[in-house]
């Protein structure tokens, strides 16, 4: 199950930089267990299981990236985002979206 949390209370989404998807919003990936995933690496064996959406911001805070997507506007596989390009946790004063 993919779903697009972009209305959810909480806010986190990234933008898409370059690519055919260009300016596109990404937002958590909610995986078809419920969970969302936070990593170091891109590899799957160091992915950690978040359950709830409202935990994601204290792993961001510590650095770990996040599995973003949007399968609504055609981005369906979820890219590991970096905790700096992600929005709306707290982590810019000041945002350019």
Request: net charge positive; aromatic share 8%.
């Amino acid at each position: 199950m993919h779903s697009q949390q972009e209305n959810d209370g909480h806010g986190l989404f990234a933008t898409v930089a370059r690519g055919a998807n260009s300016g596109v919003k990404l937002f958590p990936h909610k995986h078809a267990d419920g969970s969302f995933v936070v990593s170091m690496t891109r590899f799957q064996k160091d992915y950690i299981r978040v359950p709830q959406l409202g935990d994601l911001p204290g792993w961001l805070h510590k650095g770990f990236a996040l599995r973003m997507s949007n399968p609504s506007a055609g981005v369906i596989a979820p890219s590991l985002i970096s905790a700096a390009s992600v929005r709306g946790w707290g982590n810019q004063e000041h945002t350019r979206d």
